[in-house]
């Protein structure tokens, strides 16, 4: 290309093109690649040229593709350990033609359908991991954590177990923002002792026992236990170590702000049952959530897949399609337009043996 600059001589051209046929001309003219545009606008602002309306369509399509590419590297980054087939994305299609009116719908309807389906696998990644959290706080079994309580520890019948609802389960600060009413915490009688047990990140445990001792004036009690697996985060991605912890306490106002401190140490707090036989109970139906919950989530994944595969056999596509239009606009954005004959005039450097083949 440089050789073809420098070594041919050069004519200015000026091209009178109708308005109707401005973007078929161009694109024609666009695989030729013989020709350098003059922008006979520099006194107009870029906002205020001819065919802005066309770029603001196409900014968000590209946006839109942008999303797509990422998500097939993070669905090719995260499945790669689970021995699936990586997504592959093809070459674009040569001399396909498109319309902007139909790209646009089905980059639309495909955004639609992947966050949706992102949304319901973000929201079972976060029933998963509760699920998770609360049996490390439960154990496999006592193991000394919950002794203090005091209330049927000793007593391992296996015959009636406690009944416990599940369905109350889940942080206790997300039933503060409204969405579970039935998780608060128990009206409290000053006399008895209680306990608020929860998961913490490691590094913020430590802060938190020196804020625990200060706030409560020594009159909390803190127990943990070091979790060993490390777990991914569903809402930030991040692999972190957790500690399990109970809290054992008296009286209401203490309970409230031993709770509002969990939470601004980015605990997440879970009602757990008072007695042994409603804890023993709590385990087995968390181990058949878990597997009802893994199977939906398997199926999720492969949904999400789907969507993915559909998308990648076409981006690459789009992708050239959405660039092209875009430089066809922005070029055509340099012609004058005379409004009186509905017509674009430009001007262009070009080769001048190739005027004739232009």
């Not at 695989?31 to 606008?41: A, C, I, S």
């Not at 593709?65 to 689970?82: D, M, T, V």
């Not at 031993?258 to 385990?283: D, F, N, Q």
């Not at 919950?293 to 050239?320: D, F, M």
Request: glycine share 6%; hydrophobic share 35%.
């Amino acid at each position: 290309m440089g050789e073809l600059w420098r070594s041919k001589k050069m004519t200015l051209i000026q091209l009178f093109v109708q308005f109707e046929a401005a973007h078929d001309t161009m694109q024609g003219l666009g695989k030729l690649g013989l020709l350098q545009f003059v922008d006979l606008n520099p006194h107009v602002m870029v906002h205020l040229r001819h065919f802005v309306p066309e770029l603001k369509r196409l900014a968000p399509m590209s946006t839109t593709i942008a999303s797509f590419a990422a998500q097939i590297n993070i669905s090719n980054i995260l499945y790669k350990s689970e021995d699936m087939p990586l997504i592959v994305v093809p070459p674009a299609v040569e001399g396909k033609d498109l319309r902007m009116d139909e790209v646009e719908e089905a980059l639309t309807d495909l955004k639609t359908q992947m966050d949706q389906s992102l949304e319901r696998q973000l929201q079972l990644d976060k029933n998963h991991h509760q699920i998770l959290e609360l049996k490390d706080i439960l154990g496999k079994d006592e193991e000394g954590f919950f002794s203090e309580v005091g209330e049927s520890f000793v007593d391992s019948s296996d015959g009636d177990d406690g009944e416990f609802k599940l369905e109350l389960l889940g942080p206790l600060q997300e039933a503060r923002k409204g969405k579970g009413k039935d998780m608060e915490m128990p009206v409290e009688d000053d006399s008895k002792l209680r306990f608020i047990t929860g998961v913490i990140p490691r590094n913020k445990f430590f802060a938190l026992e020196r804020t625990l001792f200060r706030i409560s004036k020594g009159q909390a009690f803190l127990k943990y236990r070091e979790l060993d697996k490390e777990v991914i985060d569903p809402e930030t991605g991040k692999t972190i170590y957790k500690n399990a912890f109970i809290i054992f306490y008296r009286g209401k106002y203490l309970g409230e702000k031993i709770t509002k401190l969990c939470i601004a140490y980015g605990s997440h707090i879970y009602p757990c049952p008072e007695t042994y036989k409603e804890r023993k109970s709590l385990r087995k139906q968390l181990n058949v959530r878990l597997g009802e919950l893994e199977t939906v989530r398997i199926k999720g994944r492969a949904l999400l897949r789907n969507i993915l595969e559909e998308i990648a056999s076409s981006l690459e596509t789009w992708h050239q399609f959405v660039l092209k239009e875009t430089a066809i606009y922005h070029t055509l954005n340099s012609f004058n337009f005379d409004q009186g004959r509905q017509t674009l005039i430009g001007e262009c450097w070009c080769p001048t043996e190739t005027i004739p083949q232009v």
